[in-house]
């Protein structure tokens, strides 16, 4: 989005915790730049305070009423915010999905104050924050090798080791299920490329949550 190159920017935050609030308002008193102008604990509470009004949100990735982070983060961008998550450190599920997703940056609670404020300047200008959580959650993991799924393959992925047959995974897709077949060869030859065959079921399950495509049993 363009923003304006001399008004304060309109931040909004989406967080569970008052006390979050009351410090992040007071963090961005500390700059020119930047005014905390609405904080609800879902999207769709900031969106009835501040529908229209926002240049850029500060996302927590877990909230109460359940709603998907990369859901939240699609539905913030749609509405012409740029987007930073901020996180306590939640699972690499969590991570991985909003990861994927058009968020400029990931910020952990954890970080001294400034080190929001700097990343909410760089997104005001749509420049990616890039910090050691994003770094690791995007390209450090040394633990597991990019399969380079397409996003079609991941989402047959996530369908088919999720339990479904390729019966029901081609109905609801529509196409063959001669074609799922194909997808699920692809899937495992590039998953044993990378050194991480997942000639199972088991093994695709393995290899899906492990890529953040399923969340792990434990997850919501």
Excluded at 138 to 160: C, G, H, T, Y
Excluded at 173 to 183: N, Q
Excluded at 198 to 219: H, I
């Amino acid at each position: 989005m363009n923003l304006p190159a001399t008004t304060t920017l309109r931040v909004g935050l989406v967080d569970d915790h008052e006390v979050i609030a009351t410090a992040v308002r007071a963090a961005l008193r500390q700059t020119r730049e930047l005014e905390l102008t609405a904080f609800a604990p879902t999207v769709d509470g900031l969106f009835a305070k501040a529908s229209g009004r926002l240049h850029l949100v500060v996302l927590d990735l877990r909230l109460a009423d359940g709603s998907s982070p990369a859901n939240n983060v699609e539905r913030l961008v749609a509405a012409g915010c740029n987007v930073i998550a901020f996180t306590s450190g939640e699972s690499p599920y969590l991570l991985r999905a909003v990861a994927r997703t058009p968020v400029l940056g990931i910020v952990r609670k954890s970080e001294p104050l400034h080190a929001l404020t700097t990343a909410l300047l760089r997104a005001a200008h749509g420049q990616p924050v890039v910090t050691a959580e994003w770094a690791s959650t995007v390209e450090n993991d040394p633990l597991i090798s990019d399969a380079k799924l397409s996003r079609q393959e991941q989402r047959m992925l996530a369908l088919f080791a999720d339990g479904n047959t390729a019966q029901s995974v081609a109905e609801g897709a529509g196409i063959a299920v001669s074609t799922i077949e194909d997808y699920v060869r692809r899937i495992r030859t590039k998953y044993a490329k990378a050194g991480r065959p997942a000639s199972t079921k088991v093994d695709l399950y393995k290899r899906a949550v492990e890529d953040g495509f399923l969340p792990a049993p434990n997850e919501p």
